[in-house]
């Protein structure tokens, strides 16, 4: 059974560039997957930030095209989220969620079909 793991949440100062990753466990190769990024702050309804399958490459939504970057490590087994310029409203828990090939297009609904735990990012004020 697949499972996906997220790091590199904590602090983060405005400004200052965060680094997640998302390591995929059991099943097949991190190529395999469409591995999509999103985030929930306190309060606040999940949102998508991007996915990247080996179909369509890397497709993010259109309020994150400007600060993130998705990539794939295939050697780590990792699809890695870096977001520059931190800002507080970009607190929260950050999520990375899968699917099979070609499964980006499920991405903007929040249809992926298994989830990690997150991993919680604070940006003070």
């Known amino acids: 059974q697949v499972q996906l793991v997220e790091s590199g949440g904590g602090l983060v100062q405005p400004g200052d560039t965060l680094r997640l990753s998302c390591v995929v466990r059991g099943g097949f190769g991190v190529d395999f997957y469409s591995i999509g990024w999103f985030r929930q702050a306190p309060g606040k309804e999940r949102e998508p930030i991007g996915c990247i399958d080996s179909s369509t490459g890397v497709n993010y939504s259109e309020a994150a095209k400007n600060r993130f970057s998705i990539s794939a490590n295939i050697p780590e087994n990792t699809v890695d989220l870096q977001m520059i310029n931190a800002r507080p409203e970009d607190a929260g828990t950050y999520y990375c969620?899968?699917?099979?090939?070609?499964?980006?297009?499920?991405?903007?609904?929040?249809?992926?079909?298994?989830w990690g735990e997150g991993t919680v990012v604070t940006v003070p004020s």
């Open positions: 969620g899968g699917a099979g090939p070609a499964g980006c297009i499920k991405y903007e609904k929040l249809g992926m079909d298994f």
